[in-house]
């Protein structure tokens, strides 16, 4: 019966993950819509701009969506010569390819 437990949380969990993902872009999508020339490093969206949706989401998390949006050609990263990775609404020419 235990393991039957265990399958049905984790289950609940990848659900809630996939629905917090969810939200996640949706708020990052949103925001870029209303500010077009944002950009921000992952750190500053999560503190910014989903507290601004009011999404709570853990930095691994946001990194993920983030990560995801770039290679689908939905946002640009771009590294800067310190390694900061700063994430903008259209991809820059030397931006980095997932």
């Not at 437990?5 to 819509?33: C, I």
């Not at 989903?50 to 689908?72: F, K, N, S, Y």
Request: proline share 3%; no cysteine.
């Amino acid at each position: 019966m235990a393991d039957s437990t265990t399958a049905f949380e984790n289950g609940e969990a990848g659900d809630a993950n996939r629905v917090r993902k969810a939200a996640v872009r949706e708020a990052v999508q949103r925001y870029l819509l209303r500010h077009p020339q944002a950009s921000d490093t992952s750190a500053g969206i999560g503190a910014w701009w989903l507290v601004e949706a009011g999404v709570e989401a853990a930095p691994a998390l946001v990194e993920q969506v983030l990560e995801a949006m770039v290679r689908e050609g939905q946002i640009g990263r771009i590294r800067l010569a310190d390694d900061t990775v700063i994430y903008t609404r259209r991809p820059a020419s030397d931006q980095i390819q997932g």
